[in-house]
Structure formats: C-alpha cells, structure tokens
C-alpha cells in the first residue's frame, strides 16, 4: 500500500488547514459515506503526531500517514489523494 499526494491536494492542505513542513496528516476511517475506495465510511483527516504508521509517504515535508489501526480501510490498495474542484478526494492508485 502507497500514498500519494497530488500537488493541487498539497497545496489544498497548506492553505485550507494550514499544514506546515514537518506536519502529520493522518487519514483515518470515518464511520459512513463512501469514497472510490469504500462504502459505509469515509476517509477522515486530521492534523496530529502518529507513531504506529502503516504507511506514510512525505509531500514538501509534511507526512501523510495511515495508523496501523485505519489500515483495514484501504484493503492494501494504493491511495491517490487529489483535488476535484474544491474538494479532496481519495482514490485508487
């Protein structure tokens, strides 16, 4: 399982939640929704420290992680976080 991170998606963190370099974003499972990725949830993010990553990729020095416990949520497929208009969106890589 992959994380990656579009530039616009990138840029969408930096100014609506004003993540910095040397950040964590963890995406985490949401209970209801659906992405491509899942019905019944939703992925949820949240800027916090995470210690027990699954998986984490790093984007302008900002990390983006998956905590071991919301790895069930991807069912090991390759995660693309982007842009679509003004909203992110979670997609299989």
């Known amino acids: 399982m992959k994380i990656q991170v579009t530039e616009e998606a990138l840029q969408?963190?930096?100014q609506e939640m004003e993540v910095e370099a040397g950040q964590t974003v963890r995406?985490?499972?949401?209970?209801?929704?659906?992405?491509?990725?899942t019905h019944?949830?939703?992925?949820?993010?949240?800027?916090?420290?995470?210690?027990?990553?699954?998986v984490e990729?790093?984007?302008d020095g900002?990390?983006?992680v998956?905590?071991?416990?919301?790895?069930?949520?991807f069912q090991g497929q390759?995660?693309?976080?982007?842009l679509r208009g003004e909203e992110i969106v979670f997609v299989q890589a």
Do not use: C, H, M, P
């Not at 995406?27 to 990725?37: E, H, R």
């Open 40 to 54: 019944g949830f939703s992925v949820g993010v949240i800027t916090e420290d995470v210690n027990n990553a699954a």
């Open 12 to 14: 969408w963190f930096k």
């Open 78 to 82: 390759d995660v693309k976080v982007e």
């Open 57 to 59: 990729t790093e984007a």
């Open 62 to 64: 900002i990390r983006f």
């Open 66 to 73: 998956v905590a071991e416990q919301d790895e069930w949520l």
């Open 27 to 37: 995406l985490f499972a949401k209970y209801g929704g659906s992405t491509d990725l």
